[in-house]
C-alpha cells in the first residue's frame, strides 16, 4: 500500500513515491529508450494514479510529456499534484533583461497550462538556477507575479549541488526544492536536508536510481566512471547479503531518509513503478544496512552527477 507525507509548509499531501515522467515525454536514460505510444503513456500514467502515486514531476522541456499528462484526465481529480519545470534556460547560464527574462517565464507557464489542461499550476520549480540568479531578486518579482495572477500556487527549485538549495532556502521564496540523493550521491544530507526541515520547505528526491545505473542498466554507463562503478559493485554486494536485488535496495535507502516528502521513479514501465511501490511495502531497513550504505558515499559531482558523465 502506498504511504503518504505532507511537503512541507505548502500542506500538500504526496505519495512517498513519485512518478517522474521525462521517460514518456523524449528518449531519456542509459541505453536505447524507445519512446511508448500516446496511448501506452496515457495507460501507464492511469494506472499510477490507482497504485496510489499522487505527485507526478514534469518540465515543459520533456517532450510530449506535458501534453500526455493533460489528455491522460490525472489532474481532474484534486488530489493529484504535477510539478512542471521552466526557463532550463538558468542552469545554462543564459541571462535575459527583465522584460524579456519575465516573457520567456510567463510564456513558458503559459505553454505547461495549456498543456496540462489546468487553471494553475500546483508546484512551479525552476530549473538550476544559481546563487545569483536567486539572490538578484528578479525572479522573485516574476513568481509572486505569477502567484498573484492566480497561475501558480507554490514555488520551487531544482538544484545541482549544494550552494543553490540553500540559496533557495534562505530566501524564503521558496516552498519545494528538488535535489538528487541516492547511495553514492549522499551531498544533501549534511546541510541542505536539515536546512530545508527547519525552513519548512519540502524536500522531492530524484535521481533514486542514478539514471539508471542503479539497476541492469549500469553495464551501459560511459568509460570514466570506474569510481561510480565499484562504489555499485559494493552496493550490489551488499543487496546480494540482504536477499535483495541493487535497485531494490537503492530504493528502499532513500525512502529511509525522513527528511524526503517523495522520491521521484522515473520510468515508463509500470512494473518498475509496482516493484518501487513493493520497496516502500518492505520498510526501513535495518540500522546496520544503512551505516554500511551511508558509508559508500561517493559524493565526486563528476562520477554521480549524470550532467557531468562523460559522452557516449
Not at 220 to 230: D, F, N, S, T, V
Not at 241 to 266: M, Q, Y
Request: charged content about 20%; overall charge neutral.
Amino acid at each position: 500500500m502506498m504511504t503518504y507525507s505532507t511537503l512541507g509548509r505548502t500542506g500538500l499531501k504526496v505519495s512517498r513515491i513519485g512518478l517522474g515522467t521525462a521517460e514518456i515525454g523524449f528518449s531519456y536514460g542509459l541505453g536505447e529508450r524507445p519512446l511508448p505510444s500516446e496511448a501506452e503513456a496515457i495507460d501507464l500514467l492511469k494506472q499510477s494514479v490507482d497504485l496510489g502515486i499522487t505527485l507526478f514531476d514534469t518540465a515543459s522541456y520533456y517532450g510530449v510529456a506535458e501534453e500526455r499528462i493533460g489528455k491522460s484526465g490525472i489532474l481532474k481529480d484534486p488530489n493529484i499534484i504535477v510539478e512542471t519545470k521552466c526557463a532550463q534556460f538558468l542552469e545554462k547560464g543564459e541571462t535575459y533583461p527583465l522584460p524579456e527574462l519575465t516573457q520567456k517565464i510567463t510564456a513558458q507557464v503559459n505553454e505547461s497550462l495549456a498543456k496540462l489542461q489546468v487553471d494553475a499550476l500546483p508546484i512551479l520549480m525552476l530549473h538550476g538556477p544559481s546563487v545569483k540568479d536567486i539572490e538578484r531578486g528578479e525572479l522573485t518579482g516574476i513568481l509572486k507575479g505569477l502567484k498573484q495572477s492566480g497561475k501558480i500556487r507554490f514555488t520551487g527549485v531544482s538544484t545541482r549541488g549544494e550552494e543553490s538549495p540553500l540559496a533557495a532556502i534562505n530566501s524564503s521564496l521558496f516552498d519545494v526544492i528538488q535535489v538528487a540523493y541516492n547511495v553514492p550521491d549522499q551531498r544533501m544530507d549534511p546541510c541542505v536536508f536539515p536546512a530545508a526541515q527547519k525552513a519548512g520547505v519540502g524536500i522531492i528526491n530524484r535521481s533514486v536510481l542514478l539514471k539508471g545505473s542503479l539497476t541492469t542498466l549500469r553495464t551501459k554507463l560511459p568509460a570514466g566512471l570506474e569510481g561510480l562503478q565499484r562504489t555499485i559493485d559494493e552496493i550490489e554486494a551488499i543487496a546480494r547479503e540482504i536477499g535483495a536485488d541493487l535497485p531494490t535496495l537503492a530504493i528502499r535507502f532513500a525512502l529511509n531518509n525522513p527528511s524526503i516528502s517523495s522520491s521521484l521513479i522515473g520510468s515508463n514501465k509500470i512494473g518498475n513503478i509496482k516493484k518501487a511501490i513493493s520497496a516502500l511495502e518492505a520498510g526501513p531497513l535495518p540500522i546496520d544496512i544503512v551505516r554500511q550504505l551511508e558509508h559508500l558515499a561517493l559524493n565526486i559531482p563528476d562520477q554521480v552527477d549524470p550532467a557531468r558523465w562523460p559522452k557516449i
